[in-house]
């Protein structure tokens, strides 16, 4: 089949300024919620795109693993996101639910979170995980497999003796949303779109925009 011959239309459900709540943040609950009864894969699958070192965006798949004041996840601080997060700490995030036939978009700036919750989900990993963090020299180049193997194998031998901490290069990043659109799919391609603006003077501005 042709790309240009792939068609779904949308017909679950509908979205409407009335529906959703005055704060975004509870909004997206609701829907992170609704996502996770509903068992969609890797519910918490977000695309995290920054702005490269040479202009470009760049986008990949990372999880949230915390929802607070913000969207919160964890990542190498020298790695390439990193080092553009460093650069410029504006981003946004992108959620697709498509068995529910909804789509978020977040825009937002980054910060650090602090190092008390970085050891606090670092401990809570597996082993083999906490391990991954001091073995990978994430987004830099490597000869083959084998010499991250090799990595690996070096650090379960130091920490066989010695309580695993966690590398100061690791830890978690939080999003505190500027702005945040909900996409509901909707027949004939007329979906539902509600975007909320943050306003410093009055909270949040709720819109509907035409799809």
Not at 120 to 149: F, N
Not at 190 to 204: A, F, P, T, V
Request: contains cysteine; hydrophobic residues 35%.
């Amino acid at each position: 089949m042709k790309l240009s011959e792939i068609r779904k239309d949308y017909t679950s459900k509908s979205l409407d300024i009335s529906d959703v709540k005055k704060d975004p943040l509870l909004q997206f609950r609701t829907w992170l919620d609704e996502a996770i009864d509903s068992e969609v894969p890797e519910v918490n699958a977000m695309c995290l795109s920054t702005l490269g070192l040479d202009g470009f965006p760049n986008g990949r798949i990372v999880l949230l693993k915390e929802l607070d004041l913000g969207f919160v996840f964890f990542t190498n601080y020298q790695s390439e996101k990193g080092q553009e997060i460093a650069s410029n700490p504006k981003a946004s995030l992108t959620f697709f639910w498509p068995e529910l036939e909804r789509q978020v978009r977040i825009m937002g700036t980054l910060e650090k979170v602090s190092g008390e919750e970085s050891d606090t989900y670092y401990h809570s990993r597996p082993m083999g995980s906490q391990i991954g963090a001091w073995a990978s020299p994430q987004s830099k180049p490597i000869a083959d497999r084998e010499e991250l193997v090799s990595r690996q194998q070096e650090f379960e031998q130091r920490f066989s003796s010695e309580p695993i901490s966690r590398p100061a290069h690791w830890g978690g990043y939080r999003l505190m949303p500027m702005k945040i659109e909900f996409w509901q799919g909707r027949p004939s391609r007329l979906h539902d779109r509600i975007c909320y603006q943050k306003d410093s003077e009055e909270g949040w501005k709720i819109t509907r925009l035409a799809p």
